[in-house]
């Protein structure tokens, strides 16, 4: 909601205000940051109550959305050695529960890897 005083406004200036409820990008955000290939779905076959029958281009993304979707880069590998002792780096992985148990009658699997060794 927005408030304006139009009194103070010069008399012979004559203003318009309004909302635009047909912006792509807002109703992008207003149904969970949606594709716009399923907004134009959703309009075609009039399944949002006053959502309007725009035309929804595909070229546009949100900055939620292309921080969302960003991947990080690999690690460079290292071509040396940077421990100099054991359990100083230890590579860690825990997986499980497994459909299948040991002999034990364990259902999970822990590996631990050194990097010196």
């Not at 109703?27 to 959502?51: C, T």
């Not at 499980?96 to 034990?104: D, H, K």
Request: glycine fraction near 4%; charged fraction near 25%; charge should be positive.
């Amino acid at each position: 909601m927005y408030k304006a005083c139009v009194l103070s406004l010069p008399h012979n200036h004559v203003t318009c205000l309004s909302a635009l409820e047909d912006d792509v990008m807002l109703w992008h955000k207003r149904l969970g940051h949606a594709s716009l290939s399923l907004l134009n779905k959703l309009a075609s076959k009039e399944l949002v109550v006053r959502l309007p029958s725009i035309k929804y281009n595909d070229d546009k993304v949100c900055d939620a959305c292309a921080k969302g979707k960003q991947v990080r880069t690999t690690f460079k590998p290292k071509k040396y050695v940077s421990t100099s002792r054991s359990l100083e780096l230890l590579h860690v992985d825990l997986s499980g529960p497994m459909r299948i148990t040991s002999r034990g009658g364990k259902k999970y699997v822990f590996v631990m890897v050194d990097d010196c060794s």
